[in-house]
């Protein structure tokens, strides 16, 4: 009877166990980042929606074009563990407010230097994706008061690198996108305050088209460790990726094998634990 009662209650605490853990499990698939219950910052009369996870030494996140806080929602989980993560949208994407200005990568840089003064941070550090990366080099020009360490991944800062260029039939034509990208604009339309995703295009196509986004004077100036990450097949050139490195002192480079553009979608386990070992110091 005794050896009976013991077995029951292995069964039960194991079936505890087991709904805890499905319960975990499932209550982080479901969190849905770039819509939970996120603040507002106001800068410069503009709304911009960023999202909180974690402690310890605040990681500020920086998303790509046409994106949100989203496009890193299988990196959050674990990086969470160890930083506290501050991910805005950026200004005139996701949840946040068209600037009374035109977007530009200086633009978007100037909003994320104000929003670490406003959340009264010490220091930080950043990691930018694609867009949010070229405007992360930005920044760590800025501010080299408050922004550590960097890691930037499919970074560029010339079209050229690219090879986009006004009077492109594909992503820069509207109609184009309209057909091939329904889901994003869907994605975005929903999430934005105004709904009016031609105007963020348009906008953001001028700086896409640009011949050089900012000069190669501003990554010179750049004087903090900086980790510089590109997937093997991503669509920005590798080869500028390597003039980014050469032109940073302190800087790194790594190549993602199998892996495009979108490394935080396709190898979140490994970009994650790349950047926590670059922010750790190892």
Known sequence: MKFELTMTMR????????????????????????SNNGKYLTIRNTKVYYEEYGRGTPLLMLHGGFGNISDFKKCIPELSKKFRLIIPDAPGQGRSDFPDSS????????????????????????????????????????????????????????????????????????????????????????????????????EQRKVWTSDEYFPKSTLE????????????????????????????????????PNTSHSVFDEKPEVIGKIAMDFFAGR
């Not at 922004?147 to 009077?167: D, F, M, P, R, T």
């Not at 004087?223 to 093997?232: R, S």
């Not at 050139?237 to 190549?255: P, T, V, W, Y």
Request: glycine letters at 8%; a positive charge; one cysteine or more.
């Open 103 to 202: 977007l530009s990568y200086q633009l978007k840089a100037s909003y994320y230097s104000v929003m670490i003064d406003q959340l009264k941070l010490d220091s930080v550090y950043v990691l930018g994706w694609s867009d949010g990366g070229n405007e992360g080099l930005l920044l760590a020009n800025y501010r080299p008061d408050k922004v550590k360490k960097l890691l930037v991944s499919g970074a560029n800062y010339k079209s050229s690198a690219i090879g986009i260029k006004e009077g492109d039939t594909t992503i820069l034509n509207p109609d184009w996108l309209q057909k091939n990208w329904q889901g994003i604009i869907n994605k975005y339309t929903k999430l934005s305050p105004n709904h009016d995703w031609k105007r963020y295009f348009h």
């Open 221 to 256: 100036a750049i004087n903090i460790p900086v980790l510089v990450v590109y997937g093997d097949h991503d669509d920005i050139m590798l080869s500028h990726g390597i003039e980014i490195r050469d032109a940073i002192k302190n800087s790194q480079f790594c190549i993602l």
């Open 11 to 34: 069964k039960r605490n194991f079936l505890l166990v087991a709904v805890i853990l499905s319960c975990s499990f499932f209550g982080q698939a479901q969190i849905n980042y770039g």
